[in-house]
């Protein structure tokens, strides 16, 4: 089976930065799109961003876009979320998922099949 284990969430400052790690065990062969979604309390899940396993070509929302970064270490099963110019409204439970469908829409939460367990990042102003 497929896990997903997140780390390096925490509190920071606003205008600071955070790395997020998604380590994946199991068979990841085949595994098509990795992604990041958020969840503010009261808020519905949102994407944050998306990569695409093969070719590395990447999705992002427009409220993180030129601030979020995804990438990939394939050798090591692991996705990247390099998070810089943080403001308090990226404060969220921070989620990251995978795929193996090639026909999955990367912004779209129910295209992903497994999710790892949430870590938390608060931006304080």
């Known amino acids: 089976q497929v896990q997903l284990v997140e780390s390096g969430g925490g509190l920071v400052q606003a205008g600071g930065s955070l790395r997020l790690s998604c380590a994946v065990s199991?068979?990841?062969?085949?595994?098509?799109?990795m992604g990041w979604f958020r969840q503010a309390p009261g808020k519905e899940r949102e994407f944050v961003a998306a990569i695409m396993w093969s070719d590395s070509s990447t999705y992002y929302a427009a409220s993180v876009k030129g601030r979020f970064t995804i990438s990939r270490d394939n050798a090591k099963n692991t996705v990247f979320l390099q998070m810089n110019s943080l403001k308090p409204e990226d404060t969220a439970d921070y989620y990251c998922?995978?795929?193996?469908?090639?026909?999955?829409?990367?912004?779209?939460?129910?295209?992903?099949?497994?999710w790892g367990q949430g870590t938390q990042v608060t931006v304080s102003s």
């Open positions: 199991g068979r990841t062969f085949g595994m098509n799109t």
């Open positions: 998922a995978a795929n193996r469908l090639r026909s999955a829409t990367p912004r779209s939460a129910p295209s992903y099949e497994y």
